[in-house]
């Protein structure tokens, strides 16, 4: 299975607090929007600086990261995803998440046709679904 991995799957990959998402070893292809690492460093140091982890932590963390994104064929965050992204949509879905969705969306549309798309965002895998995708993470 190929999958779309968002930011809020990622930061769970790579810190393992909470419940993961089953199969993820086991993944063929993984992809993702380039936004995904400004997205999981922000959170990472938002631990860090609010005192939530220490510096011993968000060194591994990020170790762990660069080991994992360099399983993932990213996409740039170009003018035809942010068109997509910046059409209307039938569900609430933020800005950063839509980006998401549309990325996924491009990767299926031109490359990989059963793509799954992995988030543990409740309201990004409404807007996912909306297009079609199978979501796996979060169950709705």
Do not use: C
Request: charge should be neutral.
């Amino acid at each position: 299975m190929n999958v779309y991995v968002d930011a809020s799957a990622l930061v769970r990959i790579v810190t393992g607090d909470g419940p993961g998402i089953d199969g993820q070893p086991s993944w063929g292809q993984t992809y993702s929007s380039a936004i995904a690492q400004v997205e999981t460093r922000r959170t990472f140091d938002r631990l860090r600086l609010t005192g939530a982890v220490d510096d011993v932590w968000l060194v591994g963390a990020r170790r762990r990261l660069r080991e994992f994104e360099r399983r993932i064929a990213w996409l740039p965050v170009s003018p035809m995803v942010i068109g997509r992204a910046s059409e209307q949509m039938t569900v609430v879905v933020g800005a950063l998440d839509a980006i998401h969705i549309a990325s996924a969306a491009a990767i299926r549309a031109f490359a990989d046709p059963d793509l799954v798309f992995a988030t543990h965002d409740r309201q990004q895998a409404l807007g996912a679904m909306t297009l079609g995708f199978e979501v796996i993470g979060v169950t709705i």
